[in-house]
DNA sequence: CTGGTGAGTCACTCGGTTAATCACAAAATG
DNA sequence: CATTTTGTGATTAACCGAGTGACTCACCAG
């Protein structure tokens, strides 16, 4: 990466973590000037003198950047290890804040449902691995997984799966054999398969290219799929529960006809 | 606290950490809904009821929220656990990205400093406390610590003052006998002592009501003093090193002729 | 077939915030 | 003392989010 593009980028997470513009360019230029002026500032950062100082002031009182007040000033901005735990710290106390308020809150009406059938959209990696995880951590008697693609196998997921009751039947199920190998060398518990459906990879003529991230079955009744788009991390998944849930019929299908002949679901 | 404050401090959290007034709204309300349309969330949230679905999409993109694709859409808040621990993923991820980001760009000509005393100003507890651990784990010989207030006795503090090198010295203040006791309790190692000096008091008077928080000494070359106002949480704190800078030449008077008359410092 | 209702999308206005520039006073420099 | 540098404040322009209303579509009752 170029130190320009790496500027930038330090900038726009910067931004992204809840500072201005001015503000994240200031820090970004305090990180690798050890200690500067105004002036020294505006011209390597593209932030007018002028303004400098007031964005230098909000990040003195966030604890990000030190101020020596002598003339002319001299700024210097706080060693990073230091910034990045004083942001934790920071978000951690709002995490507290958050949990308290809510619990405080309380529910309403739950306005109960009947027993339909649902199903469920759910964007980002990390919102799905939380949702998968705790779909497989509320298993009791079988898991069925199949993994698109060698990053989704984590350590945090192996973890969860290796964790499980030992009552529980693991399934695991990879496109390739080298991921095969990969899960049966970090999932002894598990009986591990390739995949023989087709429909992991990404579709031939159809605009996007979309391919199966995971395909979780738990207990039968819960059933969560996620596509990725090609090129991109960006993740979208689809899940929901039942035994009357289409989906979830369908998948049975597929799992005991493509996959494992000897296995049967139950009928329903 | 009433319902309503733990309503309004939930949103404004959730703003803090990056979210629009209506996705935070609207999160706020999912969550006590257990599940709800769009029409029902304008109603318990002010959020218009047309605004609804773009809040809940952008919710559901950072995957807070989960979309049921029906007519009427319903939606869900995803449990709270799994939706801080995403966001700390996503805290985690982008503090990852700063790091990688800022070391990539590297440091740029350091245009040294003469040795002239300096003195830096610096402001919020945790950044403070950040600081003041950083200067005590640099310690080599001798560390006098004064505390103005119970809850600047940290862990933390204790933890990094229990891990110095036995070489160290330590002599712990506090304003107050109980407080001693505390830090006698939790930092054995420590030798401690009641301040006999006023002005870690408020000052009568003098319009805003000012005490001291902490004043630290490290190696009699660095010091760190900080003030707290008097109601609120504000925490700003001045610091510098040097063996020939002003403050720590009045803060070695103070303390070799208030403190402990038996250890005079090193003269000048 | 028609009028009515609720769901969902879209286009637009208004107000506050932020980026950007300028004018000016105070301080430093030589 | 003259000139540059430093810092503050006011002002303008661009942008974004909050708030509102028009419109389409599907469904339902008459």
Redesign the interface.
């Known amino acids: ?1 170029s ?1 320009d593009n ?2 930038e ?2 900038t726009e ?2 931004q ?3 500072l201005k513009e001015y503000e994240a360019q200031c820090f ?1 230029g305090l ?6 002026t105004a002036k ?1 500032l505006s011209e ?1 950062t593209d932030v007018p003198r002028t303004r400098v100082y007031d964005a230098v002031r909000v990040l ?5 950047v ?4 002598s003339s002319p000033q ?1 700024f ?1 901005a ?3 290890e ?1 910034a ?8 951690e ?3 507290d ?6 619990r ?5 009406e ?2 109960d ?1 009947g027993p339909v059938q ?7 990696g ?3 691995a ?2 998968a995880n ?1 779909l497989l951590t509320n298993a009791a008697e079988e898991v069925v997984l199949v993994l698109g693609d060698d990053s989704l196998l984590t350590d945090e997921l192996t973890a969860t799966i290796g964790g499980l009751d030992d009552e529980v039947d693991v399934l695991v199920g990879a496109v390739s054999e080298s991921l095969e190998a990969q899960i049966q060398a970090s999932l002894p518990r598990a009986t591990t398969f390739v995949s023989g459906l087709e429909w992991f990879r990404p579709q031939e003529g159809s605009g996007d290219e979309l391919s199966i991230g995971r395909l979780l079955l738990v207990d039968r009744s819960n059933i969560l799929v996620s596509t990725i788009v090609a090129g991109t991390l960006e993740e979208q998944a689809i899940f929901g529960g039942g035994f009357r849930n289409g989906l979830i019929v369908i998948a049975r299908r597929l799992l005991s006809q493509g996959l494992f002949p000897g296995r049967d679901p139950r009928e329903e």
């Open positions: 990466m130190t790496a500027l980028e330090a997470v910067l992204q973590l809840g970004v990180s690798r000037l050890s200690t500067g020294q390597i003195e009182a966030q604890g990000l030190e101020i020596q007040h001299r210097r706080v060693p990073l230091e990045t735990e004083t942001l934790r710290d920071q978000y106390t709002r995490v804040r958050l949990s308290n308020a809510l405080a809150a309380g529910e309403m739950p306005k449902e649902e199903m469920w959209a759910l964007s980002g990390e919102a799905i939380n949702r705790q």
